[in-house]
């Protein structure tokens, strides 16, 4: 790994050299991996995979994954922890530290991960020699949260793998845990000192899940209790979405490419759209999602996250804070909606019974662990505005929901009319053009345009041009999860949010679950599953002679 692609942290924080016999072990497996590499024949010697860097591998390190025996940990943690060992993209000297309530032995987890595996890894079957070596390194540890006890033996362990493996002091802690429990579990964090890098003693950092508040003032309080224990540079706020790859490609699309950037402002776009789409209920969690409902949920982060990456500035660089400090102007810019308008311009809705993907699905209120009577939604829908001199006047509209016809993530660029509508006559007068990201499932991007039908006439259709992730690269993207981890292994926030962000969205969002606590709520359910949300949905974007886009 030359100095180019060599992005671990310096500085004091991290050691100068790892035991001898763990770096030589590193070092074996970085060159078996480039052999192996080089040795596999490529029979589509695809030139767009030419010069793409392969290697990035962190510091020895232990990953301490609090909530280990729950659903997100089995899902989506474990599974892209799996796939960065298969891959040669964690180090040799590598531990996962499991903590938990549940009584396990080392072995009896490593069973348990084993058949997650089998049922969530994105790549089947499971490579057993990858497993094999990465069991070894699994360590479980039970501990109640409340139990200063098991707070001082874990620190004691990790102290005991820095000799055993050579993790060399670096610390990743992830609380894949209920939100409930995040400020216990870092008060005793930093009663033990787990939060410490001190000179030669290796790094700590913090991934910490959504959501982040349930408001902003909860947010504000969150981001307070954190702080008084972790450094706001070690701490990583996750929202997976900002992982996917169509979502970093929107950077390189935007930036790298000098033909859009100049056309990315309010004299050419007439209008946004972004819709995250979800054919699946509340899967189980009926008494989590009758604390959050969509706008906590999916608003407040991936879908506000998005709308900033879209209409933020250039950042002067990648550099982390960078990148951050734009999208934070942008959620600052963006016109908190009043009581009044949030009647006329903010839409929530929830599911009845209906039909997804040709099979009979219960209502909202039918599923396990929901109030009957629920008002909680399911969709929600909203037109904002950016008060600056980039979008001014030009709407962005939001929309988010579950039980919908189809899985879908995309944003949407739709620009102006041509000025002087030359084809007003013809056969076929062009539509305005759009270019579309999909960000899930079928990752690419769309550019829409008018063209000539062959013939003698002059007859005028729209045509796409399609830009395919998976034809194009010939491989698979990534998880999500496996590209946050690995950033935040690599010490990279770029794609994390910061806590002034965290709160300046709940800022916007706040506004709009206190004005609905106050109003009644609508007449609920007000959209079967397996349509595209309620009427009112429709009405908000036809008011202004617009339409949402079918994906």
Same mark, same amino acid.
């Given at each position: 790994? @030359?100095?180019?692609?060599?992005?671990?942290?310096?500085?004091?924080?991290?050691?100068?050299?790892?035991?001898? +016999?763990?770096?030589? *072990?590193?070092?074996? /497996?970085?060159?078996? #991996?480039?052999?192996?590499?080089?040795?596999?024949?490529?029979? !589509?010697?695809?030139?767009?995979?030419?010069?793409?860097?392969?290697? /990035?591998?962190?510091?020895?390190?232990?990953? &301490?994954?609090?909530?280990? #025996?729950?659903?997100?940990?089995?899902?989506?943690?474990?599974?892209?922890?799996?796939?960065?060992?298969?891959?040669?993209?964690?180090?040799?000297?590598?531990?996962? %530290?499991?903590?938990?309530?549940?009584?396990?032995?080392?072995?009896?987890?490593?069973?348990?991960?084993?058949?997650?595996?089998?049922?969530?890894? /994105?790549?089947?079957?499971?490579?057993?020699?990858?497993?094999?070596?990465? =069991?070894?390194?699994?360590?479980?540890?039970?501990?109640?949260?409340?139990?200063?006890?098991?707070?001082?033996?874990?620190?004691?362990?990790?102290?005991?793998?820095?000799?055993?493996?050579?993790?060399?002091?670096?610390?990743?802690?992830?609380?894949? #845990?209920?939100?409930?429990?995040?400020?216990?579990?870092?008060?005793?964090?930093?009663?033990?000192?787990?939060?410490?890098?001190?000179?030669?003693?290796?790094? /700590?950092?913090?991934? &910490?899940?959504?959501?982040?508040?349930? !408001?902003?003032?909860? *947010?504000?309080?969150?981001?307070?209790?954190?702080?008084?224990?972790?450094?706001?540079?070690? +701490?990583?706020?996750?929202?997976?979405?900002?992982?996917?790859?169509?979502?970093?490609?929107?950077?390189?699309?935007?930036?790298?490419?000098?033909?859009?950037?100049? +056309?990315?402002?309010?004299?050419?776009?007439?209008? &946004?759209?972004?819709?995250?789409?979800?054919?699946?209920?509340?899967?189980?969690?009926?008494?989590?999602?009758?604390?959050?409902?969509?706008?906590?949920?999916?608003?407040?982060?991936?879908?506000?996250?998005?709308?900033?990456?879209?209409?933020?500035?250039?950042?002067?660089?990648?550099? *982390?804070?960078?990148?951050?400090?734009?999208?934070?102007?942008?959620?600052?810019?963006?016109?908190?909606?009043?009581?009044?308008?949030?009647?006329?311009?903010?839409?929530?809705?929830?599911?009845?019974?209906?039909?997804?993907?040709?099979?009979? %699905?219960?209502?909202?209120?039918?599923?396990?662990?929901?109030?009957?009577?629920?008002?909680?939604?399911?969709?929600?829908?909203?037109?904002?505005?950016?008060?600056?001199?980039?979008?001014?006047?030009?709407?962005?509209?939001?929309?988010?929901?579950?039980?919908?016809?189809?899985?879908?993530?995309?944003?949407?660029?739709?620009?102006?009319?041509?000025?002087?509508?030359?084809?007003? !006559?013809?056969?076929?007068?062009?539509?305005?053009? &759009?270019?579309?990201?999909?960000?899930?499932? @079928?990752?690419?991007?769309?550019?829409?345009?008018?063209?000539? +039908?062959?013939?003698?006439?002059?007859?005028?259709?729209?045509?796409?041009?399609?830009?395919?992730?998976?034809?194009?690269?010939?491989?698979?993207?990534?998880?999500?999860?496996?590209?946050?981890?690995?950033?935040?292994?690599?010490? @990279?926030?770029?794609?994390?949010?910061?806590?002034?962000?965290?709160? *300046?969205?709940?800022?916007?969002?706040?506004?709009?679950?206190?004005?609905? =606590?106050?109003?009644?709520?609508?007449?609920?359910?007000?959209?079967?599953?397996?349509?595209?949300?309620?009427?009112?949905?429709?009405?908000?974007?036809?008011?202004?002679?617009?339409?949402?886009?079918?994906?």
């Amino acid at each position: 790994m @030359d100095a180019r692609t060599d992005r671990r942290p310096k500085g004091p924080g991290r050691p100068a050299t790892a035991p001898p +016999v763990a770096r030589t *072990a590193l070092q074996l /497996r970085q060159v078996a #991996t480039v052999a192996r590499r080089h040795s596999r024949p490529d029979p !589509d010697k695809n030139p767009l995979r030419e010069g793409l860097r392969l290697e /990035r591998v962190p510091d020895p390190c232990a990953f &301490v994954l609090f909530g280990a #025996t729950g659903d997100l940990a089995h899902r989506k943690v474990i599974p892209a922890l799996y796939q960065l060992w298969r891959t040669n993209l964690l180090p040799a000297e590598f531990s996962l %530290v499991a903590v938990a309530r549940r009584p396990y032995t080392n072995e009896s987890f490593a069973a348990e991960i084993r058949a997650s595996l089998e049922k969530y890894s /994105r790549v089947q079957p499971i490579d057993e020699a990858a497993w094999a070596e990465m =069991a070894k390194r699994i360590v479980y540890h039970q501990l109640d949260f409340a139990d200063d006890a098991a707070f001082d033996s874990l620190e004691t362990r990790l102290d005991e793998l820095d000799k055993e493996c050579g993790t060399a002091g670096n610390r990743l802690f992830y609380l894949a #845990t209920q939100p409930s429990q995040v400020t216990e579990i870092i008060h005793q964090m930093g009663r033990v000192g787990l939060d410490h890098e001190m000179r030669g003693g290796g790094w /700590r950092r913090l991934i &910490v899940e959504k959501p982040f508040g349930r !408001d902003f003032e909860s *947010a504000r309080l969150l981001n307070h209790e954190v702080n008084k224990v972790f450094r706001e540079s070690q +701490v990583y706020r996750i929202d997976h979405y900002l992982g996917k790859e169509t979502v970093r490609n929107l950077l390189v699309f935007r930036f790298g490419n000098g033909i859009f950037e100049p +056309v990315w402002n309010r004299s050419y776009v007439d209008h &946004v759209q972004i819709t995250v789409g979800e054919s699946i209920g509340v899967e189980g969690r009926g008494a989590f999602y009758e604390e959050t409902g969509a706008s906590r949920d999916i608003l407040q982060n991936h879908l506000l996250q998005l709308m900033t990456l879209v209409a933020m500035e250039p950042p002067s660089s990648f550099h *982390a804070d960078a990148l951050r400090d734009q999208k934070l102007a942008v959620l600052r810019a963006i016109c908190i909606p009043t009581p009044d308008e949030i009647k006329h311009e903010i839409v929530r809705g929830q599911y009845g019974p209906g039909w997804v993907e040709g099979e009979p %699905v219960p209502g909202y209120r039918q599923e396990p662990e929901v109030d009957p009577e629920s008002e909680t939604e399911t969709f929600v829908a909203g037109r904002f505005t950016i008060d600056d001199w980039r979008w001014s006047g030009v709407p962005f509209y939001l929309r988010a929901g579950k039980r919908l016809p189809k899985r879908a993530t995309e944003i949407a660029i739709q620009f102006k009319e041509v000025p002087l509508r030359l084809f007003r !006559d013809s056969a076929g007068d062009p539509a305005p053009n &759009v270019l579309a990201m999909r960000i899930q499932p @079928d990752e690419g991007i769309m550019l829409r345009f008018a063209a000539k +039908v062959p013939g003698l006439g002059l007859d005028v259709r729209a045509v796409n041009m399609d830009f395919a992730y998976d034809t194009s690269f010939v491989v698979d993207s990534p998880d999500a999860y496996e590209t946050l981890i690995l950033d935040a292994l690599l010490g @990279d926030a770029s794609l994390f949010t910061r806590a002034d962000e965290v709160e *300046a969205a709940w800022s916007v969002v706040t506004p709009i679950i206190n004005a609905w =606590a106050e109003q009644p709520a609508p007449h609920f359910p007000d959209y079967a599953a397996g349509s595209w949300g309620p009427e009112s949905a429709d009405q908000l974007i036809e008011r202004d002679g617009r339409r949402w886009r079918r994906i």
